[in-house]
């Protein structure tokens, strides 16, 4: 997928835009996973998502704190999970940072995000594999260009780059008693 493939929507809270990249959404429409980016510009409210846990990586711009009763560093190139029904501020925001974010439903594993770059990239056991571009890369045979996305991929080595690695859990835990 490319840019040209995805789509912009207003923000939940009404500040700014986000671009969804692909979800996949639930019978009543809710979404069961989120991959998507934001530019974060200013100081303010983060939207809440009932539900659903967050992995945001600053990919362009500077960090940021994600400020309210527990406060998260948002720092380049490093990814941060926090609970998306957490109520959050943007603050200490110096310029436009544009983040990537992947949001699942509470009730999925969380996903693993990590930053590679020319190194051999596998499938965890039980996850969907996929390759956010950072900067013109190929994966195996396929050539990306920077915010290329590949969903459900096999493994391969990452030449270029970097990317984002995203080991995504679809299916609910089950509990072992």
């Known amino acids: 997928m490319t840019r040209a493939d995805y789509t912009e929507m207003p923000w939940a809270n009404g ?27 200013e100081n303010g409210p983060f939207s809440q998502f009932p539900n659903i ?11 940021f704190d994600l400020a309210g009763t527990t406060t998260f560093r948002a720092d380049p190139l490093h990814p941060v999970a926090f609970p998306g029904d957490l109520p959050l501020s943007a603050a200490n925001v110096t310029g436009v940072a544009v983040d990537f974010n992947v949001m699942t439903q509470r009730a999925l594993p969380k996903p693993r995000v990590s930053l590679v770059q020319n190194q051999t ?42 990317a984002l690695v995203i080991h995504l859990f679809e299916t609910p835990q089950s509990v072992s008693t």
């Open 121 to 162: 990239v596998t499938t965890m056991q039980g996850a969907t594999l996929c390759i956010f571009a950072l900067a013109a890369t190929r994966f195996g045979a396929t050539s990306l260009n920077l915010h290329d996305f590949l969903y459900n991929t096999g493994s391969a080595d990452i030449t270029g780059g970097p």
């Open 53 to 63: 846990d967050r992995n945001l990586t600053v990919i362009d711009g500077p960090g």
């Open 15 to 41: 500040r700014g835009s986000t671009i969804e990249i692909l979800r996949k959404a639930t019978a009543d429409g809710a979404f069961l996973w989120r991959f998507s980016m934001a530019k974060v510009s």
